[in-house]
């Protein structure tokens, strides 16, 4: 059984995939709570009228409770439920493991019917009381199995998750084959439910567990739901190939045990994956599967997603009428099956293409509609991106201060959620940390064992004969050198691996502090000049918020893309580009900080130029170099940005005339060891900034350099391909 559930920072797409947990409680009972062959309705009537005659009402019971077994292993629910009611209401007292196994079942009755949950909780917890001062695992295995399981779907994680790991004690204490499949779903479930609660090292550890634990089972449904949740985890840690491996993986074991459920599950994963590559083909190709498979079965929830998923590839491509196509069906759908949990998104994706198709009046509407879901689902992230359409669409509408009010409240969300994502990215990373820091150590361990291995075979060659040993000796001391070394040469990357790490945070912890300060005390500060009507002390404070507000936003953006180029995650896709364009849009971000200090901004880069780098890349380069210049200009100065080729490859320069910079200085500008240094106008950074633009360079086949002198200003010149670069490569 799938049970979809809300995913962490929900998006347009993310929302609607599900979390699978493959509870596997139908089999497991059975298999559990009796060993013996059913026996036949006919024979356990006449030991019941048996039992009912002679006066014994504990045999009675028991009777009854091997027909009810009977009923359930066949699935006939009612006659089942009958048997366990009669059961429990005759059953005298001093029998508590009988009544706790009925109790159990009856609980699971009423599960399988769908209905009153509570009730199912509170039976479990009656059965709990008698089953566990047994401690008989082979009973209590599949009871806490069962239980956690269905805690971890009635999203009580938290608890799910202790019962579950008691279930795998119990599993390991009668470890064999009967219990590799139930062991196998414990850890499909404990990885779900760790994946729910964040805590994705314990879910790739739950993983390794499943794994191996799979290696002897042939139930591939369970395996292919084990690899699925596996792919989760690895994809909310980045790690995207990793993630794309797993999910080809459960979708061939799903084939292989013909499990439609999981087929549909994985094709979808995987067609959201490859689109998010831009990689169309493929992703409509494992839709197209998964649709096939989903009408098979009537499973509308998933070819609601389907279209969802692919109303936001056509958005993309600004194909609108196939677009408001597939979203119309989805909304069709989610409105009328789904809790508002599930319809997050939706409405949002909606208003987007209006939007895009000039439906300003409708847009605003479904945005409305979002914004208000957002807000009885408590998603701070909805409720900011709705905010924000709506200030776009009501300036597309000329409507500016109804726009300008939207973007306040967007503006005063916007804190609280980059905090949040914030902190979970912080999480993530010190979880990425502990994961490589693990890979290592087993790359290690198996160095250790080569190096055994070889030490073993040369003890070996030892009988063959001296001349042997002698000729071997030498091979092998060369091996041993060779394998010394590569430890030397991990060692040396780890150690640089923790040094990077505590930089990066002793750098968030020093520079975080300054601009978040600024913002303490600012409410009373501003009740207490309104009261006074300081107008003028107002407005000061206000330009303090903003500007701190400015450099908070520019330290998070420098911050992550460093933490990102680091790890390797910040894409290359290199096009032909105006760098005259990006020099403009980057002016207008900076156009406000040069006002306020009266700087000319000059753009003097011949409009045919075009260089092959990657926009975003070229874009951040430009935006620190700017941003720079403008900070270390005195009022009154100007900054140039100038361009030309040389060599074949494009110089785009940015000069200003400001202060300069001395020798020293000039020999620490791309250390992290150095500290940030104040603007003429007390601006404040993270001193992230060169570093960030040199290493983009050098991403893009290009280069950064400094020429400067104290008392002269400074001219960056960045080196780049032209426009001939890509056909290069």
Excluded at 367 to 386: G, H, I, P, V, W
Aim: charged share 20%; aromatic share 8%; hydrophobic share 40%.
């Amino acid at each position: 059984m799938r049970i979809p559930i809300p995913l962490p920072n929900p998006s347009p797409i993310t929302d609607l995939l599900r979390m699978k947990k493959t509870l596997f409680l139908a089999l497991a009972f059975p298999l559990w709570l009796s060993a013996q062959s059913d026996p036949v309705v006919d024979s356990l009537q006449k030991i019941i009228a048996q039992k009912q005659a002679a006066l014994d009402p504990a045999g009675e019971a028991s009777a009854l409770f091997e027909l009810g077994k009977l009923y359930y292993n066949r699935q006939q629910d009612q006659p089942a439920r009958e048997s366990t009611e009669k059961a429990l209401a005759i059953l005298p007292p001093g029998n508590p493991v009988l009544k706790g196994r009925l109790l159990y079942r009856k609980a699971m009755l009423i599960y399988f019917s769908g209905q009153n949950f509570p009730q199912v909780l509170s039976l479990f917890d009656s059965a709990g009381v008698l089953l566990k001062p047994s401690g008989d695992p082979v009973i209590l295995g599949p009871f806490l199995q069962s239980y956690g399981s269905i805690l971890n779907q009635q999203l009580k994680h938290q608890e799910g998750q202790k019962i579950l790991l008691e279930a795998e004690q119990m599993f390991l204490k009668n470890k064999g084959p009967a219990t590799t499949d139930p062991l196998l779903n414990v850890y499909s479930n404990l990885l779900a439910g760790s994946y729910a609660l964040g805590d994705y090292q314990a879910a790739l550890t739950f993983a390794r567990k499943g794994i191996e634990t799979g290696k002897n089972s042939s139930n591939y449904e369970l395996i292919a739901d084990l690899y699925y949740n596996n792919a989760l985890t690895l994809s909310a840690l980045k790690y995207g190939k990793d993630s794309e491996q797993s999910y080809l993986k459960s979708l061939d074991y799903a084939r292989k045990g013909n499990a439609t459920s999981s087929i549909i599950s994985a094709c979808i994963a995987l067609g959201d994956y490859y689109f998010h590559l831009s990689q169309p083909r493929p992703g409509f190709q494992y839709l197209a599967e998964a649709q096939t498979a989903a009408t098979g079965t009537q499973d509308f929830y998933s070819l609601a997603t389907i279209r969802k998923i692919e109303a936001v590839w056509y958005t993309s491509q600004k194909d609108y009428v196939k677009a408001m196509t597939a979203i119309d069906s989805c909304i069709a759908y989610f409105e009328k099956t789904q809790g508002p949990r599930q319809q997050q998104g939706i409405f949002y994706q909606k208003a987007d293409i209006l939007q895009h198709m000039g439906r300003l009046e409708e847009a605003a509407e479904w945005a409305k509609k979002e914004l208000d879901l957002a807000r009885r689902t408590n998603s701070r992230l909805q409720e900011f991106s709705s905010y924000l359409l709506l200030s776009e669409i009501e300036k597309k509408r000329n409507n500016f201060p109804q726009a300008l009010a939207y973007y306040e409240q967007y503006a005063a969300v916007k804190d609280s959620v980059y905090d949040n994502n914030l902190e979970n990215r912080l999480a993530e990373e010190r979880t990425r940390q502990n994961v490589e820091a693990e890979q290592d150590a087993r790359r290690k361990a198996e160095l250790e064992t080569q190096l055994l291995a070889s030490r073993n075979q040369l003890y070996g060659i030892v009988a063959a004969g001296l001349f042997f040993i002698l000729l071997a000796g030498g091979y092998l001391y060369r091996q041993l050198q060779s394998t010394r070394k590569q430890l030397e040469i991990q060692n040396g990357r780890l150690q640089q691996l923790n040094l990077t790490k505590d930089k990066f945070f002793g750098i968030i912890a020093h520079d975080l502090r300054n601009p978040l300060s600024a913002f303490q005390g600012v409410g009373e500060q501003l009740n207490f000049y309104l009261q006074k009507g300081d107008t003028d002390k107002l407005q000061k404070i206000s330009g303090l918020i903003s500007k701190s507000a400015a450099n908070l936003s520019a330290l998070l953006d420098n911050l992550l893309s460093w933490a990102l180029l680091n790890r390797g995650m910040i894409p290359y896709h290199p096009e032909v580009l105006s760098p005259a364009s990006e020099a403009t849009l980057n002016f207008e971000i900076h156009e406000n900080a040069a006002r306020a200090k009266d700087i000319r901004l000059e753009n003097h880069i011949p409009e045919h130029l075009r260089v092959s780098a990657d926009r975003n890349a070229l874009q951040t380069i430009l935006r620190n170099l700017i941003g720079n210049a403008v900070k270390f200009t005195p009022p009154g100065g100007s900054v140039t940005v100038g361009g030309g080729e040389k060599d074949g490859q494009v110089v785009i320069s940015v000069s200003d005339t400001g202060a300069g910079i001395s020798a020293e200085k000039m020999d620490q500008l791309f250390s992290l060891e150095k500290r940030s240094e104040h603007g003429t106008a007390g601006e404040k950074g993270a001193g992230l900034g060169l570093v960030l633009c040199r290493e983009l360079a050098e991403l893009n086949k290009g280069s950064l350099r400094i020429f400067s002198a104290e008392g002269t200003g400074a001219r960056f010149e960045i080196s780049l391909p032209g426009e001939g670069g890509m056909n290069q490569d």
